[in-house]
C-alpha cells in the first residue's frame, strides 16, 4: 500500500495481559515514530526510530513499553501487562530523514 | 502534559462563517505545523512554517507563526462542511520531535 498500515485496527485486552501493535511504514522511510493518543488530547511522543536504531525512547511511560524495528522496516510496539491507564490510540509515523510525517490510522486499545 | 495550548478546544459554526484557532506556548520552535485530524484516522499534515511573523496561504486556510516563533494562528474562510475535523498545532523543538497541542475540534453545520 501507499500509506502507512497499522495493524490491528482495535485491540481489547484484559488488564495484566501483553499486547503487540505493529506498523508498517511507507517503504523507503527512514524514520519511524510512534505516539500515544488518550481521548481528547493529541498525540503525545513515545520513541524514535532512524533505521534500526532506536534513537529516543524518552517518551515510553514506563518499563512495561518496549519497542523495536529489527530489520529497518516493519516496527513493533509492545506493551506488558496492559494497565487501564494504557487505553489510547497508538499512532505510527514515518517520514524520510527530514520530511513530512505520514501517519498511519492507529490501533485503538482497550484495556478492561 | 502539553507545552502547547489551543483555544478555543471546541468550535462549532454555520457554513459560510470564518472561525481562528490559536496555539500559544512559553517554548521557541524551530518550526511549527498544524495538522487535520478526522475520527478513526491519523492527523494529516496541513502546513508547515518556520521563520517567525510568517504567513501562508493555503486556499481558504491562513497560517501565521508568530515573531517570536512561540505562537501560531489558523483562520479557515468561509467555512465549509468539509473542514469539520480535529485542528492539531505541533512545534518541532528538534529535527525530529514534535509536540502537540490538545487540539480545537471544528464543527461546521451546513
Known amino acids: 500500500g501507499a500509506g502507512v498500515s497499522q495493524s490491528p485496527r482495535y485491540k481489547v485486552a484484559k488488564r495484566g495481559q501483553d499486547v503487540a501493535l505493529r506498523c508498517d511504514p511507507i517503504?523507503?522511510?527512514?524514520?519511524l515514530f510512534w505516539y500515544q493518543q488518550a481521548l481528547g488530547q493529541g498525540p503525545e511522543f513515545l520513541t524514535y526510530f532512524q533505521n534500526e536504531a532506536q534513537l529516543d525512547k524518552s517518551g515510553l511511560p514506563s518499563d512495561r513499553f518496549f519497542a523495536e524495528r529489527p530489520e529497518g522496516s516493519v516496527s513493533t510496539l509492545k506493551i506488558q501487562r496492559t494497565q487501564q491507564e494504557d487505553s489510547a490510540v497508538y499512532l505510527c509515523a514515518s517520514s524520510l530523514i527530514r520530511g513530512e510525517l505520514f501517519f498511519g490510522s492507529g490501533t485503538q486499545l482497550s484495556v478492561l | 502534559t502539553q507545552l502547547l495550548e489551543q483555544s478555543p478546544q471546541f468550535l462549532s459554526i454555520q457554513e459560510g462563517e470564518n472561525l481562528t484557532v490559536y496555539c500559544n506556548s512559553s517554548s521557541v520552535f524551530s518550526s511549527l505545523q498544524w495538522y487535520r485530524q478526522e475520527p478513526g484516522e491519523g492527523p494529516v499534515l496541513l502546513v508547515t512554517v518556520v521563520t517567525g511573523g510568517e504567513v501562508k496561504k493555503l486556499k481558504r486556510l491562513t497560517f501565521q507563526f508568530g515573531d517570536a516563533r512561540k505562537d501560531s494562528s489558523l483562520h479557515i474562510t468561509a467555512a465549509q462542511p468539509g473542514d469539520t475535523g480535529l485542528y492539531l498545532c505541533?512545534?518541532?523543538?528538534?529535527?525530529?520531535?514534535?509536540?502537540f497541542g490538545a487540539g480545537t475540534t471544528v464543527t461546521v453545520r451546513a
Open positions: 505541533a512545534g518541532a523543538s528538534r529535527d525530529y520531535k514534535l509536540s
Open positions: 517503504s523507503g522511510h527512514v524514520s
